[in-house]
């Protein structure tokens, strides 16, 4: 089975500290994904990435970053978190570039800023 | 340009009585569709999904969806539902638009079921 590891499921941080959120897929995927979820809101994409070391904005990057070293590894950076950060993020991937491919997903990470 | 639209944001339902699940889609091209699963405080899980083949398809756990051109519609169903049922789920749509593929998320229906 496809897993996708997300090695922080619960985080408080303070406004203003750089924030680290990891993810681990095992299956050899191109695509890895960074989605936030809130109520009423849906998945909204953050940002994505087709291989190593390439990455692409989504519908919502501002106050985010991304790093992909390894293929396996997808990591999202919030320089200097904020309040309006506070959110269930999720990671995702997916094999090649079919519009059929399956997109696996972590369990999430719930971020909460005070 | 794709997008999809889930038609209810809450369903409620009684355990054993049909479930019906609305999502209606957007795309420029030949797209695939997904229903996802989400249990609370859980990732999202594939239920069933459409890439061009029968346009019934069937899923996990006694669901299934219909994919309609005609009406651009993907609407998921169950003949009896179950108390495990009770989750948020979500419609997506994804084609090649612009060579990438990036899917589109609905905004998702939480499904009630009472006893």
């Known amino acids: 089975d496809v897993k996708v590891t997300q090695s922080s499921r619960y985080l408080v941080k303070r406004t203003g500290e750089k924030v680290f959120l990891e993810c681990v897929q095992d299956?050899?995927?191109?695509?890895m994904f960074w989605y936030r979820q809130d109520p009423g809101l849906g998945l909204r994409l953050i940002y994505f990435?087709?291989?190593?070391?390439m990455k692409e904005k989504g519908d919502i990057p501002e106050g985010y970053s991304v790093s992909r070293e390894k293929k396996e590894r997808f990591s999202l950076i919030l320089e200097s978190a904020s309040t309006n950060q506070t959110s269930m993020y999720l990671c995702?991937?997916?094999w090649g570039q079919g519009s059929g491919n399956t997109i696996y997903f972590g369990e999430g990470s719930w971020l909460t800023v005070v | 340009a794709q997008s999809v639209t889930q038609l209810d944001s809450h369903v409620s339902v009684s355990e054993g009585t049909p479930v019906l699940l609305r999502c209606n889609y957007s795309?420029?091209?030949?797209?695939?569709l997904f229903w996802y699963v989400q249990h609370p405080n859980k990732g999202l899980q594939l239920l069933l999904k459409?890439?061009?083949?029968?346009?019934l398809v069937k899923g996990i756990n006694g669901f299934e969806a219909e994919f309609k051109k005609s009406e651009t519609s993907f609407h998921l169903t169950k003949p009896s539902a179950h108390m495990s049922d009770a989750a948020e789920y979500f419609c997506?749509?994804?084609?090649?638009?612009?060579?990438?593929?990036?899917?589109?998320f609905g905004r998702g229906t939480s499904l009630i079921v009472h006893p």
């Open positions: 995702a991937s997916s």
């Open positions: 299956m050899d995927h191109e695509n």
């Open positions: 990435s087709y291989d190593v070391k």
């Open positions: 795309s420029s091209y030949s797209p695939s």
């Open positions: 459409y890439t061009s083949a029968a346009t």
């Open positions: 997506v749509v994804s084609d090649s638009t612009g060579g990438s593929y990036i899917p589109t």
